[in-house]
């Protein structure tokens, strides 16, 4: 086995031939992971299973979610575009779309849904055309044993790497960029950095418009297993006081129709201490017949509800009166990894607008968002659902410009507005003139007018 100096070595050496950018070759290596997990399924599967203490159905639902993710990403490969592109230049064309690897791209995944938080960012790496060198610590994990043995023998040993061990910074130093799934790495350089923010809070809000059934099931389900240890999974639910007890009953309701007579059951987290503090009468716990779920309501709406990420199978609520009392009250909150918006559509479309949040959903939440890791953050490109990683995350812009571009001569005007004179009354002036207009119906007719 070599080290990981050598192992570095050798993927550098590759950078430098180049061995990577050949779409063809991107092609290839992307068949043969496919192939070498999919001829593996059965193993993977049962060691997913048995390392994450899921059902046999829940694995195979992640691996098929982790293979559809590297057929959509080889679809972005395009062998005779790139061959058409290569030579535009010499045609006297531009070629403003040109991108290319970074070069050795090293993944440090995270325990949830591995499998797919391992597979989605390799294939993504592999297509823009890197090197990867991928982190596997845990050498006790049948998942992490299975693909130490099916990973170097399905991709090219030149141009992919397994370490057992995670990086110093002497080594992280000789990588190109870095994606940190555990947001542990220490980059000085932030362009090097893919890191996710597994912290940071994600919030749903449920309004008296919302199908409350809908939003009950959506919210329950986002934190029952498989899906309760992901970053996506709600940490504070918002609920319209007129629907409390309704979407309480959803929940319940919910959680003891799929619960299998051969589950065991999970610990809380760290729910404990909000229940101690329950005796006082601030909040409500309501559990579930089953007891797989748990509902924390907050009883005073002066106090502050928990601002740390919910570790365990409870949601924490807190009442709202309106809307606007439900924005307000985030106001000063950080920005949300998501918010999860439940009722019309007008009021969906304010909520996420008032709300900070890095990407906000109407009235469902995506199944395929709670696997795998938080988007990586910070980073130029929106929130990607699936696959999680993109190609362009791990590509540079490289254009190529042949057409001469010219130089202006002299001031141009900019064209009209169209905004049409007398037509356009905003809303302070629209407050204005109704106060005006109060104030003259009872002042003119004492005046004598």
């Known amino acids: 086995m070599d080290s990981l100096q050598d192992g570095i070595d050798t993927l550098r050496s590759a950078v430098i031939d180049g061995r990577t950018e050949n779409v063809r070759h991107r092609q290839n290596e992307l068949s043969k992971l496919h192939s070498g997990l999919t001829g593996k399924s059965s193993s993977i599967c049962d060691a997913i299973s048995k390392a994450s203490g899921v059902s046999a159905s829940d694995a195979e639902k992640e691996f098929v979610l982790a293979m559809d993710a590297v057929q959509k990403i080889y679809e972005t490969l395009d062998f005779e575009r790139s061959l058409e592109d290569e030579y535009l230049v010499k045609e006297g064309k531009d070629h403003l779309s040109r991108r290319v690897g970074l070069g050795i791209v090293s993944i440090r995944p995270t325990n949830h849904t591995r499998l797919y938080s391992i597979v989605s960012p390799l294939a993504a790496a592999i297509a823009a055309g890197n090197c990867v060198l991928l982190e596997l610590e845990y050498r006790h994990s049948q998942l992490d044993q299975a693909l130490m043995e099916i990973l170097p023998s399905a991709l090219d040993r030149d141009t992919f790497f397994v370490s057992h061990t995670r990086l110093k910074n002497e080594q992280a130093s000789q990588i190109d960029s870095t994606v940190d799934q555990l947001s542990t790495a220490s980059v000085s350089d932030l362009d090097q950095l893919l890191s996710s923010q597994p912290k940071t809070r994600t919030l749903a809000v449920v309004d008296r418009t919302a199908n409350i059934g809908l939003a009950a099931r959506s919210i329950a389900t986002a934190r029952l297993p498989p899906y309760n240890t992901s970053p996506y999974s709600p940490d504070l639910v918002i609920v319209n006081t007129f629907v409390v007890e309704e979407f309480v009953e959803g929940c319940m309701e919910y959680a003891d129709s799929i619960v299998s007579s051969g589950e065991k059951s999970v ?36 106090s502050k509800p928990p601002t740390a990420k919910i570790v365990g199978q409870y949601l924490f609520v807190r009442p709202s009166t309106s809307t606007t009392d439900a924005i307000f009250s985030q106001l000063s909150s950080p920005t949300f990894l998501a918010t999860y918006n439940f009722a019309t559509p007008s009021l969906t479309k304010h909520l996420s607008q008032s709300i900070s949040s890095h990407a906000s959903f109407a009235n469902y939440i995506p199944l395929a968002l709670l696997y795998g890791p938080a988007a990586p953050s910070p980073t130029i490109y929106s929130v990607s659902v699936h696959p999680r990683y993109t190609p362009e995350m791990f590509s540079a812009p490289r254009p190529e410009f042949v057409t001469e ?45």
């Open 267 to 302: 610990s809380d987290g760290n729910l404990q201490g909000l229940e101690d503090n329950s005796a006082g009468g601030g909040l409500v716990v309501h559990t579930s017949k089953t007891g797989n779920l748990k509902v924390v309501v907050l009883q005073d709406r002066s």
């Open 405 to 449: 571009i010219g130089f202006p001569v002299d001031v141009k005007g900019l064209k009209p507005i169209g905004q049409k004179k007398g037509h356009a009354v905003g809303f302070f002036e629209q407050g204005i003139f109704i106060g005006l207009g109060l104030t003259a119906s009872v002042v003119l007719p004492v005046a004598g007018w």
